[in-house]
């Protein structure tokens, strides 16, 4: 139970940064093409105020952030090829699949 719990852990940590940031900006252009209210992703709650940046400073930090994104993909990739299944076919158990290798499979999926 203890290694699937590290997995799964260990997913929300590093994999899930990785694929959100590739994932998440195609999901979003495909909903407002289809007619999506743009309000629901751009709109701040009460009380938070948006940084204002200039483009070169988004441009700058969105490179900062994929590059970042890139990088923890491939050690994540890494970690789990020649680290956690290296020995094994399965991330937590010998004999078989556990939820953890669904979670990160479901998670490598979307890219």
């Not at 999901?27 to 948006?50: C, E, F, H, N, Q």
């Not at 930090?61 to 299944?85: N, S, V």
């Amino acid at each position: 139970r203890a290694k699937i719990q590290q997995w799964m852990h260990w997913s929300h940590g590093n994999l899930r940064f990785a694929t959100t940031g590739v994932f998440r900006p195609i999901m979003i252009k495909k909903m407002i093409a289809m007619g999506a209210d743009t309000k629901l992703y751009t709109d701040l709650p009460p009380g938070v105020t948006r940084e204002v940046l200039t483009a070169e400073q988004k441009a700058s930090k969105a490179a900062t952030r994929k590059a970042l994104q890139e990088k923890q993909w491939k050690d994540a990739m890494l970690t789990m090829t020649y680290g956690a299944l290296k020995a094994s076919p399965f991330l937590a158990s010998k004999d078989g699949p556990t939820i953890a290798d669904l979670s990160l499979y479901c998670e490598i999926d979307q890219i």
